[in-house]
Structure formats: structure tokens, C-alpha cells
């Protein structure tokens, strides 16, 4: 009875260990393959995305790339959206698809009203003394190019999704840069407005 109960096992256990020899091994997915058939709905495969409210990532740092990624999985950026789409990444795959679109060529825009002269300007190159703005230029860099590792660049994206994550640093629904959530906490909405209308036309 023993020894029937011990072969029942020992059996069980070889399947298992010769169904698992079988399978194969999954082959490991390029970036390219995880851009084409999860990122690029939103992000196009280039990283320009056409959507406004979704963000450009063609030529940004791929720290900052990798470190939003990694904030998204622990959940310290907190998106419904981008939280699903990196669950089943790993740090590697993540790492691969910051290079991948750090390396892609940004595509420029233009302001609609803010152009020369106009308060988005002047929120960018100088800040606002009254209400202690910082000039954004200060860390963002002139062009908006940023720095690598430490700051963003800015120049080019969206309008419609820094305006929104200007807003979510002043909410607090964005909370994984505490320099950006004391800034924002003291612009209006005039000055966020304009001052992301005048980052789309940045270059
Ligand atoms: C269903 C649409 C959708 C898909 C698919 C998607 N994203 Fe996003 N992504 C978004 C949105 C929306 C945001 C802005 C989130 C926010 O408002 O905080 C975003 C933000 C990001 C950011 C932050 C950029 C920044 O400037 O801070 C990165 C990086 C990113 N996505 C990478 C990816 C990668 C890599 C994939 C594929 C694995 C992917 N996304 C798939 C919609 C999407
Ligand atoms: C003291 C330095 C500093 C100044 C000044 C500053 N920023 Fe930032 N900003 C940062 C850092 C650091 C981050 C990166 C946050 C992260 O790692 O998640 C950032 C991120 C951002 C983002 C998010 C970019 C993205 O792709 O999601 C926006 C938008 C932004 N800053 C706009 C501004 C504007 C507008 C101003 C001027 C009113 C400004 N910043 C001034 C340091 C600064």
C-alpha cells in the first residue's frame, strides 16, 4: 500500500517535471514587439502620439522613461490606465522600452496663442515672483530640453497632458515628484494653461 502510494507520487511528480521540459521556453519579447502590439495604440509606434491627452515619448530621457515605468508598477504614479500596461512587464523589458523610445525623433509642435511675449512666456523664462513660481527654465532648460536624469524634457509635448499633470501635481493625484506638486501648488489655472499651451510650441 506503501509503495503504491509512493510510486502514485513519484509518477505525478515526472509528468509534471516532463510537461514542464516540453513547454517551451518563451521566447524573451523585443521592445519592438511590445511597442507594436501594446504601446503603439496610444503612444504610436514612434512615440509621437496623436492623442493629445496621451504623452509623446519620442526623445525623452530614458531615466525618466525607465523611472516612470517602474513608478507605475509600484503604483507611486498612480494611472488606472498605465498601471494595467506595465504589470506584465519586468525591469529589463522596461529599461528596453525607455531606450527604445528615447531614441526615437521627437516631433515638434506649435502654440495656439502662446507664442513670443505672451504670460506662457513669461511663466516659462521667469516664473511669477509674487506667487514664488519658479521659472521652469530653471531645471526644464531653455529649449525645454531638460537634463538628463534629473529633469524631463518638456519641449514639444502636448498642451492638453501637461496641463493635466499640472493639474494632478496640484491635486496630489500625481504625488512622485514632490518639487513639481510644491510648484504647481501655487499657479492658477491662467498661468497652467498658457504656460503648457507655450511648452507645446517650445523648441
Ligand atoms: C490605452 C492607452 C495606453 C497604452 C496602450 C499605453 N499607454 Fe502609456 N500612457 C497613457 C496615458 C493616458 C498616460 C498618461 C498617464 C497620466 O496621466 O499620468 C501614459 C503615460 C506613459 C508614460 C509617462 C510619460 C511621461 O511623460 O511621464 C510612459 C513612460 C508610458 N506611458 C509608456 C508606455 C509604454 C512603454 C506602453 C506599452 C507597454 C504604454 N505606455 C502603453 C496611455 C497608454
Ligand atoms: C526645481 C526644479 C524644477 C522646476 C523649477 C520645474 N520643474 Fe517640472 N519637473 C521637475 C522634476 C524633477 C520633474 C520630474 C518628475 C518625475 O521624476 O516624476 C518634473 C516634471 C515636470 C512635468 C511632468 C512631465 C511629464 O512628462 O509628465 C511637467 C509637466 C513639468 N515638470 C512642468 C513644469 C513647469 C510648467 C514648470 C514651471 C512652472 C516646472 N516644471 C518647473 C523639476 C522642476
Known amino acids: 500500500m506503501q509503495f ?26 523585443t521592445a519592438e514587439q511590445i511597442v507594436n502590439t501594446v504601446c503603439a495604440a496610444c503612444h504610436a ?16 530621457h530614458p531615466e525618466y522613461l525607465e523611472k516612470q515605468l517602474a513608478e507605475f508598477k509600484s503604483s507611486k504614479r498612480a494611472n488606472a490606465v498605465m498601471s494595467g ?5 519586468n525591469d529589463e523589458e522596461m529599461k528596453d522600452l525607455a531606450t527604445y523610445f528615447a531614441d526615437k525623433k521627437l516631433t515638434l509642435g506649435q502654440a495656439k496663442t502662446n507664442g513670443a511675449g505672451s ?16 521659472a521652469c527654465a530653471a531645471c526644464h532648460g531653455p529649449n525645454g530640453a531638460g537634463l538628463p536624469k534629473q529633469f524631463p524634457r518638456l ?47 517650445l523648441r
Do not use: C
Open 155 to 201: 519641449s514639444g509635448q502636448h498642451a492638453d497632458y501637461t496641463l493635466a499633470q499640472l493639474k494632478a501635481f496640484r491635486t496630489g493625484e500625481r504625488t512622485n515628484a514632490p518639487m513639481m506638486m510644491d510648484i504647481a501648488a501655487k499657479m492658477s489655472d491662467a498661468e497652467m494653461t498658457a504656460v503648457a499651451d507655450y511648452i507645446q510650441g
Open 85 to 89: 500596461m506595465v504589470a506584465g512587464l
Open 119 to 134: 504670460l506662457g512666456e513669461k511663466i516659462y523664462r521667469a516664473g511669477n515672483a509674487t506667487s514664488s513660481v519658479p
Open 45 to 60: 509606434p514612434d512615440g509621437n502620439s496623436a492623442i493629445t491627452l496621451n504623452p509623446k515619448l519620442a526623445g525623452q
Open 4 to 29: 503504491r502510494h509512493l510510486a502514485w507520487v513519484m509518477s505525478s511528480v515526472m509528468l509534471v517535471v516532463s510537461a514542464e521540459a516540453l513547454a517551451e521556453t518563451p521566447a524573451k519579447r
